[in-house]
């Protein structure tokens, strides 16, 4: 008898570590990566700047008497809802920002348009302080250029959903999901949609990025860009789980009505029998 309740205990704690490690493969990201592997990713990933977008434009020199003409918020304000902006001290800065037009310029006061679609922050920076030097408006201009309300979004089974801002010129899809409080149990590790507006098109594309391998660093949706909606999608797990809570909400329901009508059915009988 104890030759068979040690078979049984050795056979079922065979069965839970291998149960053990089949759940550690459903979760654990980048199973394929082998110890200081290399992988070229695809791209640099630094988020460029598209129409539409808004960007705070501060010019900077030793002399803030030089500057303050391409600091002007005429722009700005025109735009505002607030017809006390431009009036404002205290908001300069907010004052500031500027919005990307359709064709991908950006007017900059004194100096005027500049393209700048298609660049990256310091690019575009690097690019206005030198035509202010080359206009010789100023010798020692610097450029400094933010995001302004530049959103990716995060939805599905994660542990925080919502929209978050882009404040730094390069964002993973891992960063994404970590800001979101890492993907729940639950989370298709295997298929995680990146949804991305394309350019100039009435119509968005849908990267499938499979983060339990390598190959998700290849991906074009690993580096996100400003707008990019990711979606966790639910495993079979959470479906099965769904499921089986409908169907005992349906069976309690069920057996609550029968014991209901049942009592009911004992009291008019007992109200008869009187």
Wanted: charged share 20%; hydrophobic share 40%.
């Amino acid at each position: 008898m104890t030759k068979h309740l040690a078979k049984l205990g050795t056979l079922i704690a065979t069965i839970a570590i291998l149960a053990s490690c089949n759940s550690t493969k459903r979760v654990t990201y980048l199973q394929d990566v082998t110890n200081e592997s290399i992988i070229s990713l695809a791209g640099n990933g630094q988020i460029r700047i598209k129409p539409h977008d808004r960007l705070t434009v501060i010019v900077s020199s030793k002399d803030p008497e030089l500057a303050a003409p391409f600091n002007t918020t005429t722009s700005y304000s025109s735009l505002s809802s607030n017809p006390l902006a431009s009036t404002n001290p205290t908001s300069a800065q907010a004052l500031q920002i500027r919005t990307v037009d359709e064709k991908g310029d950006l007017y900059i006061p004194v100096i005027g348009v500049v393209h700048c679609a298609g660049k990256t922050r310091s690019e575009l920076a690097s690019e206005i302080a030198h035509k202010i030097i080359d206009g010789g408006y100023i010798s020692d201009a610097s450029v400094n250029i933010q995001f302004a309300d530049m959103k990716f979004y995060v939805l599905g089974e994660v542990v925080r959903p919502g929209q978050f801002d882009i404040t730094r010129d390069k964002i993973t899809l891992l960063e994404a999901l970590a800001m979101a409080g890492d993907m729940t149990i639950y989370g298709n590790r295997t298929n995680v949609s990146v949804i991305r507006k394309e350019e100039g098109k009435d119509q968005s594309k849908v990267y499938q990025v499979d983060l339990l391998s390598k190959d998700a660093l290849l991906s074009p949706a690993f580096n996100l860009q400003q707008g990019d909606v990711v979606y966790v999608q639910p495993n079979k797990y959470k479906a099965a789980t769904s499921e089986i809570n409908q169907n005992r909400t349906f069976w309690i329901s069920i057996a609550s009505t029968l014991l209901t009508a049942a009592s009911l059915a004992l009291t008019i009988v007992s109200f008869a029998t009187r």
